[in-house]
């Protein structure tokens, strides 16, 4: 059980930490979180196979999702200005691979409010993580709203 | 009923009232008498290629289903069982040989005709017999373009698209195969406002440099693009940049429009902006498939045609130069849903449309950039217009500027012009005032 045990906790508070920076809207050092070479993806279908045939909700490079962290700073950042407060509530972490990079399967559940508007978002969530000095870095995350093809309102937030 | 003198006093040369956007009434008025009279755009061929295939979408806010029927046309069905009221086919795509009522089991064939319901015994055969999916009475395809018209009579397809047609043949005629499908999936985003604010939007010249300001800001701060397909963030980067372009490149732009509230920019992008030269190889390989199928000089024809947005009033936004197409569905005076579908041109180098999906993604994307600003700025006039304490909203920009062509389009005195709004306005008051 060891094994499998002392990953999992540190597993579990790495994405306590991540949503934690989210929601204290630290995003310069939620952004730190990834790798050079990490991938943010929102796919917009179900069981979305690639993200370059179909489009997706987010599909970011590091630079692409620097620049949302960016926008959101801009002083005339509309659909940022006030920034969304939001609650990031993760669960059913499990580790599913251990090797040169763990993937950890979680569900996120979200509650947004901006503006008198307050919506809740679910979605499956896949992490690849590589193991770095201070714990892990995110190599991908991958995140399928239950919703993602739906008519949606403009999303002006992280996941 | 709001007399014809009251509706003509909402819009004015350079102003408009705000209950136009904002008034319940008008807008059950507009339902009848707007989009129950223009042509609607609907889909594209591609998205029922054999006997069967259908779609559900919404014309207004009646639910339709498109299909391909057994005869190889296209039938445009009004999606509610005679029987009961029900919605006979679920929200979506798929195919089918006969539609099914859910309730009491009603079965309609590709046609709309009713060939089977259940317990027939209890019913006189001759009150059955004509009973079906109601078709929608006019259809027309244009170059592959779905068009319907819930009116049984009215201008033809051609007499109401006019000179805008030619932005549907500059779309097509880039495919170097000749047609173009649709794939990549479906963005469908949705605001708390008015239909008309998305079409008002996509050919002002003004707001970029506002409402995109922070997107501007943050690729002006990201790594120089390189060529096609270099860096995956590369079109990202270049269209938010494009936003920002100079106030003089946007006043230099042709913009056109027609009596019926089309409207269109011209002279805008040419493929070497959008796609980092058109020397590049994949750009070469390209133009030489298109010359390939319909010669040099009709090649050369082609490309130089250099379109940005068209609209076709009163529900599409499209551009071929990323091959994306918008439809408007309207659900309330304050309520908006838009689907926005992308476009592969047939035998074109398959990172072209890679380049569509990045570019979809980035402008169109629900969680963009880009587009998430326009929402929220559509909600914010929606916001303004809700209040009475202020009546008129201004259109004034290029008033008094207008050129009329030879070919019937009125063209703005400069590409930042108001005149595609005063378009639209004018033939908002046409549909809603004429018997």
Known sequence: ?159 | MVANEQLAMLVQPDRVHRSVYADPALFELEMGRLFGRAWLVLGHASQVPDPGDYFTTRMAREPVIVVRRDDGEIGVLVNRCAHRGATVCAEGRGHAERFVCPYHGWSYDRGGTLRAVPVPGGYMKEKLSGLGLKPVPRISVYRGFIFASLAASGPGLEEFLGPAKSSFDDFVDRAPGGELEVAGGVFKHAYNGNWKLMLENHLDGVHPAYVHASSIAAARSAPEPGAPGEHYYDIAVRQMRQNGAPEALWESIGLWTTSRGHGWLGDYHTDKRLTGGADHPLFKEYARRLASRCGEAEAERILGVTRWNTIIYPNCSFMSQFRQLRIIHPLAADRSVVYTYSFRMKDAPGQMFRDTVAFANVVNGTASWVLTDDLEVYERVQQGFSSGAVEWAYIGRGHGGDVEEPDGTRRGASGTSEVFIRAQMGAWLDYMTRQ
């Open chain 1, 1 to 159: 059980m060891a094994r499998l045990h002392d990953p999992a906790v540190n597993v579990e508070r790495f994405l306590y930490h991540e949503a934690h920076l989210l929601d204290t809207q630290q995003f310069e050092a939620w952004l730190d979180l990834f790798t050079d070479d990490a991938i943010y993806w929102v796919p917009l279908e179900r069981d979305q196979k690639d993200a370059v045939q179909t489009s997706s909700i987010i599909h970011d490079d590091r630079t692409l999702l620097g620049l949302r962290v960016q926008q959101a700073r801009h002083p005339r950042a509309h659909a940022r200005l006030p920034l969304a407060r939001t609650v990031h509530q993760v669960g059913n972490v499990m580790v599913l691979e251990d090797g040169i990079e763990l993937k950890v399967a979680s569900t996120l559940q979200l509650i947004e409010w901006r503006q008198e508007k307050q919506r809740a978002w679910g979605a499956l969530v896949e992490h690849r993580l590589r193991r770095a000095e201070a714990g892990f870095k995110i190599a991908r995350k991958r995140i399928d709203l239950v919703n993602s093809e739906a008519e949606l309102d403009g999303m002006a937030i992280l996941f």
